[in-house]
């Protein structure tokens, strides 16, 4: 059974619990760090969720170490920026349970449910969780992996999950949707170009295709097309998108604000990767976006722009528009810098 293959993964963590029995806590120990995205962060805190993994599903009867990695996942839920519960502290918590007949481990739990803002609200040490390994079925086993960074078995896991979906009810919004979800997380943003134009397509030939799901599915294609660098086809469907949808209808809805963004993202890009004449990007898909078309497009997007109330605007709106702006030479981009600057002194980001 290809959902095995976690399953001895998991079982790579023995050492890693019998180092610990010997005294070797260097991979679970509560290991602060600076994360130059978060802030406080914790080194140890996925291999701290692979043992916990690993006791649960083994049904490993420890006391000691269950109580040992509690305290230092505490540590973390108190120091951590990006705060959270985690899968880590609940597995604990139900493993710890199981040892406090006579209450002598309430003040931890109490202490957990004090750690941070996000446990206050959501940590409950009475919660159940699933000890059985064989009641996870494949996609259950996917996101596992994934929690787990255990990429090379998700890779084989989402491979049989797709031939599964493939011999049976087959492809819609939904699955598609995770596909490309779990394609990203292996690195494999490449294959799914494929998946968002069978999206937008799908979309648009709903009968019940809504303006907001059409805008929604455009959104994500130029938004792949930036992630991957191939800017000459996000400015092909920002041009599209526009030509072809009512503007009148969708200025309405705050998606359109996202295609505005990323009209104004591939713009730059674009005239960026001109001047430095260096048009790999742009080779294989619109190289002509180096002339007039360029210009065309941000003459639609300045002509939006303007159309927006001062209160519609906002701080990434604006830092794109502005560079978007200077990378076509438009002294619109100093009017922008100028209300930009207005913006943020209203709202005590930046004084005189």
């Not at 490309?180 to 494929?194: M, V, W, Y």
């Amino acid at each position: 059974m290809i959902r095995n293959q976690l399953k001895e993964k998991l079982e790579e963590q023995r050492k890693v619990y019998e180092a610990l029995k010997a005294g070797d806590a260097g991979l679970v120990c509560y290991k602060e760090f600076q994360n130059g995205e978060w802030g406080t962060d914790d080194a140890n805190y996925t291999n701290r969720l692979r043992l916990a993994y690993y006791l649960l599903y083994d049904q490993i009867d420890d006391e000691n170490i269950v109580e040992y990695l509690f305290r230092e996942e505490l540590k973390d839920r108190e120091n951590n920026s990006f705060q959270g519960i985690g899968s880590t502290l609940c597995i604990l918590t139900w493993l710890l349970r199981k040892y406090n007949q006579d209450h002598k481990y309430d003040s931890l739990f109490e202490q957990a449910k004090n750690a941070n803002f996000d446990c206050a609200c959501g940590y409950d040490p009475e919660d159940t969780v699933e000890e059985a390994f064989d009641r996870n079925d494949l996609l259950d086993c996917i996101y596992l992996c994934r929690e787990l960074e255990y990429k090379d078995v998700m890779g084989l896991l989402v491979e049989a999950w797709k031939k599964e979906t493939e011999d049976g009810a087959g492809w819609n919004h939904s699955n598609r949707r995770m596909l490309i979800e779990f394609q990203a997380c292996l690195g494999r943003e490449g294959e799914n170009e494929k998946l968002y134009l069978e999206q937008l397509q799908e979309t648009l030939e709903a009968d019940s295709g809504k303006a907001r799901d059409i805008i929604a599915g455009y959104r994500d294609l130029i938004r792949h097309y930036l992630d991957v660098g191939d800017y000459g086809e996000g400015a092909r469907y920002c041009r599209l998108v526009l030509e072809t949808m009512d503007c009148g209808e969708i200025r309405g809805i705050r998606l359109f604000d996202d295609i505005l963004e990323e009209c104004c993202e591939v713009i730059a890009q674009v005239s960026g990767a001109c001047m430095k004449n260096h048009s790999r990007h742009l080779s294989e898909s619109n190289s002509e976006t180096c002339s007039g078309e360029n210009d065309g497009l941000w003459k639609r997007i300045k002509a939006e722009l303007k159309s927006k109330s001062r209160s519609a605007w906002y701080g990434n709106l604006y830092s794109k528009a502005i560079a978007a702006g200077k990378a076509m030479n438009d002294p619109y981009a100093q009017v922008l810098e100028r209300e930009y600057l207005e913006w943020r002194k209203d709202r005590g980001i930046v004084t005189e």
